[in-house]
């Protein structure tokens, strides 16, 4: 079974300018989680969709939006690009199902977003 | 606030020695804490996690222990090898299924 994919892996942007992510979860996983993990440090929860509605928004500024399609993948936009913005962004996908509810969390490998 | 503080930072073992990672959380509803290995490139792995009404649990050389009264939780690895050498992230989720509350890291170096 493939796990989380993410894409692009690498993505180079220049100050000002706009950014989409995308993340494919895990089949069957219904929940996409964003993170956003600056150099040295752990990740920071951005959003999390659950069957397409947002669940969760942690403190970031509008310019971070993201959404999540019918089939549960998603991406993650950042308009008005700052040099602070340089990240590993991380797509978690969960099941989010079961008895006791399965929570785990798998993430995928990243996409490293450099502003210059 | 949702807060984990992780310790040590660095942690530095020689093979075949036993390491041990420790994790403090603020938020007293928190009830589901995953451990996660990170290597150089590559996202966050899952590698143990325990929930709330459990106090240890344990999976081949890797041990996970939680102090609900104390807020506290470790990650035990034994007879440590060069390939556990990564960064290690403990974290806490509130709610089933909520956002994750990550502590900053620890780097652990396995010497042969």
């Known amino acids: 079974d493939a796990g989380v994919t993410q894409s692009p892996t690498h993505l180079i942007k220049t100050r000002g300018q706009h950014v989409t992510l995308r993340c494919s979860p895990i089949?069957?996983?219904?929940?996409v989680s964003w993170y956003q993990q600056v150099l040295g440090q752990g990740p920071q929860f951005i959003f999390q969709?659950?069957?397409?509605?947002?669940?969760g928004r942690g403190n970031f500024p509008d310019r971070f939006s993201a959404r999540q399609f019918p089939n549960y993948s998603s991406e993650l936009n950042v308009n008005a690009l700052l040099l602070g913005d340089s990240a590993l962004y991380l797509c978690?996908?969960?099941?989010?199902?079961?008895?006791?509810?399965?929570?785990?969390?798998?993430f995928g490998q990243g996409t490293r977003l450099t502003v210059v | 606030g949702e807060n984990v503080e992780q310790h040590p930072s660095t942690l530095s073992v020689q093979e075949g020695d036993s390491a041990v990672i420790k994790c403090t959380y603020s938020?007293?509803?928190?009830?589901?804490f995953p451990w996660y290995k990170q290597e150089l490139g590559k996202g966050p792995q899952l590698i143990i996690d325990?929930?709330?009404?459990?106090g240890e649990k344990k999976d081949q050389r890797i041990a996970v222990t939680l102090n609900k009264t104390a807020k506290h939780f470790s990650l035990h690895i034994t007879e440590t090898q060069p390939e556990d050498s990564a960064v290690y992230f403990c974290?806490?989720?509130?709610?089933?299924?909520?956002?994750?509350?990550f502590g900053q890291g620890t780097e652990l170096s396995v010497k042969p």
């Open positions: 978690a996908s969960s099941l989010l199902a079961g008895v006791p509810l399965n929570t785990e969390a798998f």
């Open positions: 938020d007293s509803a928190s009830n589901y």
């Open positions: 974290a806490a989720q509130r709610y089933q299924g909520g956002k994750l509350i």
């Open positions: 089949s069957g996983h219904k929940s």
């Open positions: 969709y659950y069957e397409k509605e947002e669940r």
């Open positions: 325990i929930r709330s009404n459990v």
